[in-house]
């Protein structure tokens, strides 16, 4: 259903190496997708950049900081754990420390295994022109090389983000903070949509294809830079527009200048925020994240019929697309199964034999609706499929006659290296098997995915996917990299370890 | 939509005297919505019942404990917080030092200001036959009665539940461990679901009414209580039956036996598990809940028809109504509120300026399906009102047309007594106000209930509600108290402070 | 040098039963050494406790305590560690919440293990006639016959202290708070300064034989109690006097009344409060335990001299007597061993190859003085004779030529059953061997004890101990137990478990 | 008594301008006494280590660090607090992560304020020839100006620490580590005592002048390097040798090559070490420290006599200095003062009622032996004067009939620059009046100190100092800073912020 696993590396098709011990403990960390928020122009922007975060919770609960500027000063706090943890009503002499009228914020995707501290965004650095605070969403694809570079030409690393290079890039030319900012970005490669701070302006920058989103709102006097509308809703601002691949906007309290920069590029914004990453009441480029889910349910009703009593989502990401499959089959949709909004990450490991049963931590079957019944199940997308396994093991428990799974996605058969966690290869249900292997292996009656060019429709290309010039940023479907992975590229380089120092505790 | 004010006090047609002030900032503590679970024969009892506390985690997130015997010994963990934080895979010592076969559990509801440890569940007490563990979801309404009665007779209290006086009645009684149960409970006067552990016995009851919810399970050889069945379907045990109200079953290496040692009256479960508390996978009393939410949802289109083009639920409670009322009135039924489920306790407060414009930290608008909608919006009742103002308003602001206000529930006039949390009754709208005040006081273009015959209906009894014979507990709608309420009766004994001793931090 | 081990049972001479398994791993709980404080009449109650027991830290440093009364309602806070961390800056609200014009507070003695909260003091009850809050240094020794007593009769313990026998059996009789606490104490055997604390009245008591210290003091228009004078030192109140053996003192807002209601005895006070205990700049009973600590080191040099170059101490307890046996032996005082004062609970566990060595973390030998001397090593006590054999080796090691050990107190044959941790009989290193024994197992050149009479001189006693009507409590010496060891005694009774429950974590 | 104040600057006798701002709020962090540790060739090299630092705690109690190697990567462990908290039995999981041959350490000082987690030693690195861990004890005084510099040069500093100019000057090098090293430390200036970690070495290094100690120990067939001896004697390791002024050595497996790459100078070691900072039983340079301070105490008997019944020391610092006065005054030696050393940080603040009291939360006075005696008090060393002040009202008021003040060193007139926290000029006693107008501010009946020349002979120095040829670092007496304070002579430079961000929590 998702793309949440901890590690990626080789995998597409020119490669095809095994993946690098070392990188892959540290890429889960380096690779991942995450939230921004900016604000400014309002006494209180270190709360609405709190406000913004929580918002942009489901884009990473790792961590969180924000960076204020009062004018005289930066003031920062970061730490693990969600936005209402980092910055609660406990904390309020924190809040009362980030004072200031212009702030940036930062959420980080959670990942298995101790995270570092120094990791956490925004990250800051003093150089000679004063101070830069930077929150970046998105994945460089030459961060490793340049790092390496930079490290020889005497630079020193903090953290072991990718972001970083940024920051060293900026450090090293001359000039003036938006002159700084574009020469580093104009010698990165990959995917990134960033929010920077200085002492006077409040910077966003989309790379050239779009591949992660930003938005521009406005609230009174204040301009605010999101990455998802649902941040803007919030705290009442209006969604002015989004900020254009390949743009740089510059705000001061002389107000807002556009810039663009970059060589342009036909944009190809992430297909999977559609699909999976954004939030439902969020508007991405127009549209409806809600309604294109309910309308690849129904490209996938007329692609994959089933001859079903009823449809049930996986919740909750399935849920809008089921309600569109139920529209266009015609069949009645139920929550068939019941999500536990409690479960949190460190539960007491059950026993062996417990686990064994197919332990309901998160999910349970309602058989009031399942019993006796032809289910369609609706997922948005299948990754290593284990999970499927468990879900239908369950609805079958439950009593269902027969169980059709349909997914609004296509398969899955190639990593991502542009900001989101995937598998290995290898671990890509899709890339190991046939559609058939997988109905097998899953335990389902019929398997279905929805097209490409169904896809395409649902997001309002009536023509589907125009191969010459495919509109989205598809690669995991296509094994297409619009944008050159130099680090895996590289090969043996980029299998170098990212740090020498594990920090412990 | 739901009952979760922090205080209660006078407030029935008969009463009407002014809150006790000292009792107000007690009771929020002593009376309140829980869970119970028990199991006996399984080698992993305490794991069995972690699993089973965390499937219940809706109806109790304060604190958490269980009690397990180990053949020598009773060995205890309890906690404030929910039951995965407690029973953490950090504490993997806290689940090893729970060994044993039989082991209880309880979880306590979620109120403000700070709970005292000495008050979280399971209780213990050493009496000269032996220990005694209890677990108790319910209230009694003569507690106070009696604990002021045993503190006369020498009697040491070292809580502030009222729980603890079925302990000190049978530490005064003589006799076995089930006698002394049952000549306890026939003193005490109210609403309970019991599980109690001993050395050799793990018991389960039900006060004669059946107010709270209990049901048997079986897995292998293993027997189990629960509140509700979704704490079976989470270890994969099968429901055997509800424990009768009235019952008593006593569970030992022998087998089960069941005793009806009380003197019968005709039952009367709580109506608001139906409408709220239960999980909708929950079965009760051979009622899908799910299904009878839609069947409410169905009636209530019936009753309180809506010119309107869209149906869109408060969630996640009022989801399955939505989708009943959606069905019955023809009438497509979206999600138009989204809710962000990271919500926590201790989030930072907002400014006076944010809050004013309605800050939207747990519900979000999706506008994509409201703008220019007249809009029917389905909740599962009303209680205060605060929430539904914000939630209309919001709507409003997200574009839609007309919003048609219909609940799931009569309109809630009286203060409940047998352990749900509500709050005094001039705290509660439909007691302030009549239909059409209320609904210009949330600002509705029209405002519908469900009646009481339409929830009988749905409830699976044709006729309505029988008013010489009422099948359900329903005195919230319409302040008849089956089970006397002596505390409350009492007026200035019962104002007296519960406790002198106020703990710090 | 200490008296620290963690359990006791068996072991005085008439007995001679081996250890009892349960008792033993709580006993550690029930009995130790521990600090009490009140104060009634200033604005500051809580405050001035506060610091009273950081004074008394060295007395108990595993949990502490407060109970303050506000005119209205008790104010507690308890918790587990040093009272600079339990009552710390940090914790600004709790000092807050502990308002009013008096309040009694407690350090408990640091033992192995997860200590319970719930026996954390002062204890509090409430009782028909009010709140009673009480705090306990001593042990009784009838504790247990009482609790099977009490629970006999239906009373249910919240606790594993002896001390909570006392609040039953006023809760079950009848009279006024002051009446009651008589006829309580009347029933108990042992060892007791105790303060206690209701609405109106703060009262302090002293167990006939006068075992334990217990001081009163003013300050301005407050009265205080304290186990010692340097608790009323830190808050520039005055000592007024000792309470006398068997005295009650009841302080009310009308004054102070003294009552000696129990039947006299010859008083008893204990030797080791001199000896070890006390801080030395304490007065106890009109002498300066420093002073006393000196006397002993002269009595030591006169009764077991030693041809040497140099006296050192074994820090910090030894000091003193180091100081006076330099004194009468004419010989040089040195610092030959240095005290690490960071030393806390939980460093890390060396290797085993290190711990071979002989780890240093708590003391360092200064070889500057050490090294070629003939060195008289004075210890305050011997024990287990464990940590003499490391201090020995680290001198030798250090470069001694000889070491003569001399200790301050006569050897120990018995264990303490009034209040001080001591090992079981068979752990006491003078009750297995000979002095000539124990010089070759702790690898002395010579060892050398002060004698009983040689104590008591050093105590004022010119003529030493009479025999007849020995002046102070001596049966760790001796083997004489003036007060009844009723529990010890009824062997079987007192070798069943105190409780059936283990907390965890 | 104690150099123990938070910011330092201006100053010297040379520029006497006013304290600027912004450097005052961060110099207490980057100037400070501290503990360096390292060992190379043992299978427990962590273990080591924190025993090491454990047996240094008392030069700083902020934080503490260890970075060990374990033949492939570098591990670390870093926190606030004392090394038994960082490094306790809890964390058994920190050390195993810590294995390896090879390990440093470093404790920092304790100062008010929160300290920042990014500046705890050891430093770490990555250059391009791989990985560097660095700890210092010391201060460059030309740290501003080089940081400046390098942030000019494109270089991000990740701490406020001075110590980082030596990892970012070896980046920007060429060649091997130890020539990186030296040619770094050839443009610093100050005073340093370094322990370096590479993947193959551990290196040690003095500056030039030895202003701070570092020692070389052998344990087996393991090296180690420590501030002071006691760290050796911990672990049972011998002391080989002193790094000697301006040495580097560098160990490898191959055993140990010593270095001096400096231009040679005359050795100036800090005075202070003996008055104050090291620990008794610590030998520097041949010497006995306790020795150093009896003999200081004789000195000052000769040079201040006083006539009095009793000599009395304010403990513990002051404890050999007052043997060795008694001894050469023929005058009683007494525990006057009774230290309590349960003292933390974070106790209540008290009222301002008892504050006023003068509160005794570290010191009591022993009126046994100060009551009615004329006293004389030893301290060893006065700076603020704050301090004196209450201690001699405490004296007083505990009967003292005469109190005649002699402190263990000569006034302090100068701030320190190369390692010591000491407040400005405008607040050391010594500064700002006469011998006898400190004596009426402190309310000695008599003041005296030991000369400069008295201090030198108890150092060896038969003549005293010799004006020409000084043989210690005297600059807090004389004024006379040998090493260029080239950030101080900056002026507006320095008082550049050292940094814009301010980290919150």
């Given at each position: 259903m998702t793309l949440t696993a901890a590690s990626q590396s080789g995998g597409h098709a020119p490669l095809l190496v095994p993946p690098p011990l070392a990188f892959d403990s540290l890429a889960d960390r380096a690779r991942d997708e995450c939230a921004v928020f900016g604000v400014f122009g309002t006494p209180d922007a270190a709360a609405h950049t709190a406000l913004g975060l929580h918002a942009l919770q489901h884009r990473g609960q790792e961590a969180t900081g924000i960076v204020a500027h009062d004018g005289e000063r930066f003031n920062a706090h970061r730490g693990l754990g969600h936005v209402g943890k980092v910055f609660s009503s406990k904390s309020r002499d924190v809040m009362e420390s980030l004072s200031g009228h212009a702030a940036i914020g930062h959420n980080r995707y959670s990942t298995t295994g101790a995270p570092n501290p120094?990791?956490?965004?925004?990250l800051f650095a003093e150089l000679d022109l004063g101070g830069v605070a930077l929150a970046h969403n998105g994945n460089l694809t030459n961060a490793l090389a340049l790092r390496h570079e930079l490290i020889g030409q005497g630079c020193i690393f903090q953290s072991t983000t990718d972001t970083e290079v940024i920051l060293h890039l900026m450090a090293r030319t001359s000039g003036r903070v938006v002159e700084r900012l574009t020469a580093a970005l104009k010698q990165v490669v990959g995917a990134y949509s960033l929010v920077v701070l200085t002492k006077q302006k409040l910077i966003g920058v989309r790379d050239p294809y779009g591949v992660r989103p930003l938005v521009l709102g406005r609230r009174g006097d204040a301009y605010l830079l999101a990455s998802e509308t649902v941040a803007l809703d919030i705290i009442g601002a209006d969604l002015v527009r989004e900020i254009e691949p390949g743009e740089m906007v510059i705000i001061t309290e002389d107000g807002l200048e556009s810039r663009k920069p970059f060589f342009p590029v036909a944009p190809r914004p992430c297909l999977f925020e559609y699909i999976y990453?954004?939030?439902?009441?969020s508007i991405m480029a127009g549209r409806s994240v809600y309604e294109v889910r309910k309308a690849i349910g129904r490209e996938l009703a007329v692609e994959c019929p089933a001859d079903a009593d009823v449809v049930i989502p996986v919740p909750d990401s399935g849920v809008p697309a089921a309600m569109g499959f139920a529209e266009g089959a015609g069949l009645p949709f139920e929550l068939g199964i019941i999500r536990?909004?409690?479960?949190?990450?460190?539960f007491i490991e059950p026993t062996q034999e417990i686990r064994r049963l197919g332990v309901r931590l998160k999910h349970n079957a309602n058989s009031a609706v399942i019993k006796g019944k032809r289910v369609v199940l609706i997922d948005d997308s299948i990754v290593r499929g284990t999970t499927s396994v468990k879900i239908i093991e369950m609805v079958r428990e439950a009593g269902a006659a027969e169980v059709h799974v349909r997914v609004a996605s296509p398969p899955i058969r190639h990593p991502c290296f542009y900001g989101i966690d995937t598998p290995d290869r290898s671990d890509l249900l899709a890339a190991r098997m046939s559609e058939e292997g997988m109905a097998n292996f899953i335990d389902a009656d019929s398997l279905g995915f929805v097209s490409l060019d169904g896809l395409y429709r649902a997001l309002g290309?009536?023509?589907?996917?125009?191969?010459?010039?495919?509109?989205?940023?598809?690669h995991y479907f296509?094994?297409?990299?619009?944008?050159?992975l130099v680090d895996e590229e590289a090969g043996s380089r980029a299998r170098?370890?990212?740090?020498l120092l594990r920090e412990a505790g």
């Open positions: 120094r990791n956490v965004q925004p990453f954004a939030r439902p009441d536990n909004h409690y479960v949190g990450r460190t290309e009536p023509e589907g996917r125009d191969p010459a010039h495919p509109k989205f940023l598809d296509t094994g297409e990299y619009p944008i050159r170098q370890q990212l740090t």
